[in-house]
């Protein structure tokens, strides 16, 4: 993946947005905080002139934490101002996202359409995939696994990442975990599976999450271990 970086283009800029707005939309404090619910819909918009892609890796995520604040006001009050300025908060990020967003986005539906349906409908779009696969096969269902254990992190990286990667899965607890887990699967799943070309940059923005994750898995209450494995 390193190697590869100078064709990459606008995978390491996506990257990185991605990781920013993802950042102000934890410091929304679940839509309750106004500033920063302007502050992510502006980012937003900007990310959505990067790349377009960008929905692909934040839609999940910013569904699941919206809802969830949704849900915990109404468990936690009776007060239903409190459910109502989530709800305004939302309006105004997807006003400010919107806003700045249009400034590219607007008029083009249509393109955005037969964007998406060329790159999940049959046919030879697939040939644009490297390395490329049988299309159908396992291998080719299991692109990303294979292609990030032999190019992507490397054999022995994958396996510790896998290893902590399952650790965090199975021990922790909490929304953070639900939250990272998302913004890795549901991209993950869509890219190995309903779109037709698979390039390992794709996936590009989904490795600050992993790095996440690996790290929160390598914490052990003894922490001459846990100094050894991030050493390691």
Same mark, same amino acid.
């Given at each position: ?9 606008? +995978? ?6 991605? =990781?920013?707005? *993802? ?40 569904? =699941? ?13 009776? +007060? ?29 539906? +249509? ?54 990667? *399952? ?29 037709? =070309? ?17 790290? *929160? ?7 001459? *271990? ?7």
């Amino acid at each position: 993946m390193l190697f590869r970086s100078p064709s990459y283009g606008l +995978d390491f800029p996506l990257t990185a947005i991605v =990781v920013v707005f *993802l950042y102000f939309l934890l410091k929304t404090e679940g839509f309750k905080n106004t500033l920063y619910s302007m502050i992510s819909g502006l980012i937003l918009g900007i990310a959505s002139l990067v790349k377009g892609q960008v929905f692909l890796f934040i839609l999940a995520p910013l569904a =699941v934490y919206f809802l969830g604040s949704v849900i915990r006001e109404i468990r936690r009050k009776q +007060d239903l101002i409190s459910i109502f300025a989530v709800f305004v908060n939302f309006t105004l990020f997807i006003v400010f996202s919107f806003q700045i967003g249009s400034l590219w986005w607007r008029g083009k539906f +249509d393109e955005i359409s037969s964007a998406f349906r060329e790159h999940v409908g049959p046919g030879n779009k697939y040939l644009e995939s490297f390395p490329r696969e049988v299309y159908g096969s396992l291998s080719y269902n299991l692109f990303y696994f294979k292609y990030l254990f032999l190019k992507g992190l490397g054999p022995l990286f994958t396996v510790i990442t896998g290893i902590f990667f *399952l650790r965090y899965t199975l021990v922790f607890k909490g929304r953070a975990k639900k939250f990272l887990l998302i913004w890795i699967l549901v991209p993950f799943f869509l890219f190995s599976v309903l779109f037709k =070309v698979h390039q390992l940059r794709f996936i590009m923005p989904l490795m600050p999450a992993v790095g996440i994750i690996t790290a *929160l898995g390598s914490r052990f209450r003894k922490k001459i *271990l846990t100094f050894s494995v991030r050493f390691i």
